[in-house]
């Protein structure tokens, strides 16, 4: 099973506001069940560069929490989208410390209905 990496990373070397970065268990068991499974059955070195990539977004996230852009269309909870390879978005609570990730969504999703309005 793959672990959550990005609070780990983030506490080693620090962040500008944020020192670590929390993840709800709905986030990790995205990030676990993309790169882990669904990708990874085809292709293990490109779920690897996958999870990567989404684990840096969440690093970039927690150093400048402003980064992504609020969806109002989306819900009304006060979170921010930050896009990852144009498929998946990283739903975080920039007002939180540690900053915490509340979802990583695919494209495909029903954002809306996953947020929960």
Do not use: Q
């Not at 500008?16 to 069940?33: F, G, K, Q």
């Not at 009304?76 to 609570?93: H, S």
């Amino acid at each position: 099973m793959r672990t959550w990496r990005c609070a780990k990373r983030l506490g080693k070397r620090g962040a500008a506001r944020h020192e670590v970065l929390a993840a709800h268990p709905l986030a990790r068991r995205t990030i676990c069940s993309t790169s882990g499974a669904y990708i990874a059955a085809d292709n293990p070195e490109a779920a690897d560069r996958v999870e990567g990539e989404i684990l840096d977004a969440c690093e970039r996230a927690a150093e400048r929490p402003g980064l992504g852009g609020y969806r109002r269309d989306l819900t009304d909870k006060p979170v921010r989208f930050y896009a990852v390879r144009e498929t998946y978005l990283v739903v975080y609570d920039p007002a939180t410390e540690p900053l915490e990730v509340i979802r990583i969504l695919h494209g495909a999703r029903d954002a809306a209905t996953e947020l929960g309005g």
